[in-house]
């Protein structure tokens, strides 16, 4: 006799599909904001390349301006979970370093899209939308200003304003979005390698520069 399916689980099969045809929009509607401009892109063009119904998008998204900061924050925020996960991990401050920019270089080419989407479409936010991100960046800056702190008190990072080093490097790492090209003559993993051979070099001991 087969057994009964528990309470929760066709909840939960519901949400997951809802969060698959939220997801499903986003990258659509992150396709023609990055090939067409926001400006340009209307929800009736969002629809099409979905075949759906443009009150099947409003079920989701109340309008475009949700859609954009959707999409918007989705690169500062899987930058700052695998910075947090990263600063989690055992191991030196040098080693936490590593691990952020190697993972985050990887995040943003993963998701060069919805980057660059922010870079140039900032301007379009709705201005609360605008702050909200501002905030998750800054953390971010603070997070790795911190880990940069820690490395000039082992000795193992030689600048003078871990702060504003920070804000250099994660600087360093949002600019792949822009420059990066999938099939161009730099593959992923060495713009990741080169990435953070520039970082370790900006951060060595014994340089004179004011980080």
């Given at each position: 006799m087969p057994a009964k399916l528990s309470g929760p689980r066709p909840v939960r099969l519901k949400e997951e599909i809802a969060a698959f045809k939220r997801r499903r929009i986003l990258e659509e509607s992150s396709h023609l904001f990055f090939t067409q401009g926001y400006d340009a892109t209307t929800l009736d063009a969002v629809a099409e390349r979905l075949n759906v119904t443009k009150p099947f998008i409003y079920s989701y998204y109340k309008n475009k301006s949700e859609l954009l900061f959707e999409v918007c924050q989705t690169g500062i925020r899987l930058s700052l979970q695998v910075l947090e996960q990263s600063l989690a991990v055992e191991g030196s401050a040098t080693d936490k370093l590593k691990a952020v920019v190697e993972r985050v270089a990887r995040i943003i080419i993963e998701n060069q899209r919805y980057i660059s989407v922010y870079l140039r479409e900032e301007k379009s936010l709705a201005p609360e939308d605008a702050r909200a991100i501002?905030?998750?960046?800054?953390?971010?800056d603070e997070l790795l200003g911190?880990?940069?702190e820690k490395g000039v008190k082992t000795g193992e990072f030689g600048i003078q304003e871990p702060s504003r080093t920070a804000i250099w490097v994660s600087g360093l790492l949002t600019w792949i979005a822009l420059w990066y090209h999938e099939?161009?003559?730099?593959?992923?993993?060495?713009?990741?390698?080169?990435?953070?051979?520039?970082?370790?070099?900006?951060?060595a001991p014994g340089r004179s520069h004011r980080g």
């Open positions: 501002r905030v998750m960046r800054h953390h971010f911190d880990l940069l099939g161009g003559s730099w593959s992923a993993t060495e713009v990741v390698m080169d990435a953070l051979t520039m970082v370790m070099k900006m951060v």
